[in-house]
């Protein structure tokens, strides 16, 4: 049995040897693991290695697991729009933020100075001075949809959105921006529609069911 007939999902009620082998031998899974996984039913590969591992750390008494993640930054930047999707950054600091600002605009010229700023917070920037398309309320979140689709049908990002497991997703920020996130500034206190943190659990959703 190969590794590609395990995909998209591993039924655990019907768990075989075959199928176990693999576990053990390709992903690390130990007996106890595999005993787990049978306990938690029928669940794609990844999140239930995330559940096994959790409650793996639990049982041996280590700091509750992340179970939310509140900011893009560190570890989790990748989730940012702002992280670059060239795996060597130094060719070119091409971003989402680059694609979904310049799809703000029909204006070919001005589609075209976006996506050439060097940086992420350039091209946002220059988004504030162009001419935007009349309907862009209407379409952003699908402009967004497709732009996340894209970002993470690259390899190592789709793996690392998988390995985020079952936590909720939050966009985070002390910028007022209560659309995409949630914001924490004095006068916000928390509050945000956190658009891009459900979008990217949607598209986590998704790859969770398909094959990786
Ligand atoms: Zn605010």
Not at 75 to 93: G, I, T, Y
Not at 173 to 196: I, Y
Request: net charge negative.
């Amino acid at each position: 049995m190969t590794a590609a007939a395990l995909r998209p999902r591993i039924d655990t009620a019907a768990l075989d040897a075959a199928t176990a082998a693999v576990l053990i031998e390709k992903y690390g899974y130990t007996d106890e693991h595999l005993n787990t996984l049978k306990q938690l039913g029928s669940r794609t590969w990844v999140n239930a290695r995330h559940e096994v591992e959790t409650a793996a750390a639990v049982l041996a008494g280590s700091p509750p697991p992340v179970t939310a993640v509140t900011e893009f930054q560190g570890e989790h930047r990748f989730l940012s729009n702002f992280w670059p999707l060239d795996e060597d950054a130094s060719v070119k600091d091409y971003t989402a933020e680059h694609w979904y600002q310049a799809e703000k605009t029909t204006v070919m010229a001005e589609r075209d100075a976006i996506r050439a700023c060097k940086t992420p917070g350039e091209a946002k920037e220059l988004s504030q001075n162009i001419t935007v398309r009349e309907d862009w309320d209407n379409i952003k979140l699908n402009v967004m949809r497709k732009v996340l689709e894209q970002k993470f049908s690259l390899p190592w990002l789709r793996f690392q959105l998988l390995a985020t497991g079952s936590a909720v997703l939050i966009e985070g920020n002390n910028w007022c921006d209560t659309f995409w996130g949630v914001c924490h500034c004095p006068r916000h206190g928390g509050e945000g529609m956190n658009w891009l943190g459900l979008l990217l659990m949607q598209k986590r959703n998704e790859l969770g069911t398909t094959s990786l």
